[in-house]
């Protein structure tokens, strides 16, 4: 386990510069450029990395072009211990206060505006959270209240693995982060029911092939036969088992969807950089990509990528970005 603390609070640049994977900060509403700070602690268990932050009366933006400098698509899991956000999401206002559960996909955008606050954090690849990938769509912006049972749990279990994280180590550090997940997918879901039949949680074995798919996709063979290969299926074993998240054809679709609209951003200037993309999440032509990305996110390739056009960021040795992009599960 690797743990950074900072020391005290940190000044507007400095605070600026540790947060930048997550957020661009700004001034608040009331106050001026020089109130902007804040002090943070983090750990890293592996699988996860979990914090506390404290800060100053701010905004926060998580533009589509930092999510594309910075490359990654996990969940962000926070909940405040004190201070209140008034969250901008798609066109939504969501407000949440102390003791409620915030859930943010890091691959999509959020404005927010919030008092001087405290929170606890934790951000987790979305693969170990047991739920499919449409359940997982809807989770951004979702508010698990404080006075809920399941908001309730979530907020004291992060809590308590905040106090714990200093002494976790090696094996038992990954097994405690997937039984988190385990919880916070179980507090998450009933807030996620669709009005269609599929179940919101994955099977055990639907999950671990899940998890295998998403380590796997960037192999131009990924298909139903290398799955049941690896997994000792049949076909038919395969097919009932996707049969609840839309096919395992969709499911392995959607997956190089987003993963393939987070790494535009390492497109080069010219042509030819889009369907290398596309031949790298297993497209059989650049058209068939384009039409498959303008159904899924509503824009082609070329316009998200102009939508996304800073350079990679930097990732430091032990920076924030670095330890986002190492997450390992």
Not at 114 to 131: E, G, Q, S
Not at 250 to 255: F, H, K, V
Not at 288 to 305: D, I
Request: hydrophobic share 45%; charged share 20%; aromatic share 6%.
């Amino acid at each position: 386990m690797t743990e950074e603390r900072t020391a005290g609070r940190l000044s507007a640049e400095r605070w600026r510069a540790e947060i930048a994977p997550v957020f661009a900060v700004r001034p608040p509403a009331d106050g001026g450029e020089s109130e902007i700070g804040g002090a943070i602690i983090r750990h890293h268990l592996g699988a996860a990395v979990v914090g506390e932050v404290e800060a100053s009366a701010q905004g926060y933006l998580r533009s589509e072009q930092l999510i594309g400098a910075v490359g990654v698509d996990h969940l962000l899991v926070q909940v405040y211990r004190a201070g209140r956000t008034v969250l901008e999401i798609d066109g939504r206002e969501i407000e949440a206060g102390p003791g409620d559960v915030l859930f943010f996909d890091l691959s999509r955008p959020v404005h927010s505006q919030a008092t001087a606050m405290r929170a606890i954090n934790m951000v987790l690849p979305r693969a170990l959270l047991d739920l499919d990938a449409d359940t997982l769509d809807g989770a951004h912006g979702t508010v698990l209240k404080g006075a809920s049972g399941a908001g309730s749990l979530a907020g004291q279990h992060l809590q308590s693995l905040l106090a714990t994280a200093p002494a976790l180590t090696g094996p038992a550090a990954g097994g405690i982060v997937k039984a988190s997940a385990g919880l916070l997918a179980a507090c998450l879901a009933p807030a996620l029911r669709r009005e269609r039949d599929a179940p919101a949680t994955l099977t055990a074995t639907l999950a671990t092939i899940c998890r295998f798919i998403d380590r796997e996709i960037g192999n131009p063979d990924l298909d139903a036969a290398l799955l049941c290969s690896a997994f000792g299926l049949s076909r038919s074993a395969l097919y009932r088992l996707f049969a609840p998240v839309g096919g395992v054809a969709e499911y392995i679709r959607r997956r190089r969807l987003a993963r393939a609209r987070l790494a535009l951003n390492t497109v080069p200037p010219g042509r030819g950089g889009i369907g290398r993309i596309a031949r790298q999440f297993g497209f059989s032509s650049d058209d068939a990509f384009a039409r498959a990305f303008k159904v899924r996110f509503g824009v082609a390739p070329r316009e998200a990528l102009q939508l996304r056009a800073l350079p990679p960021a930097q990732a430091e040795e032990d920076s924030l970005t670095d330890w986002l992009r190492r997450l390992s599960w």
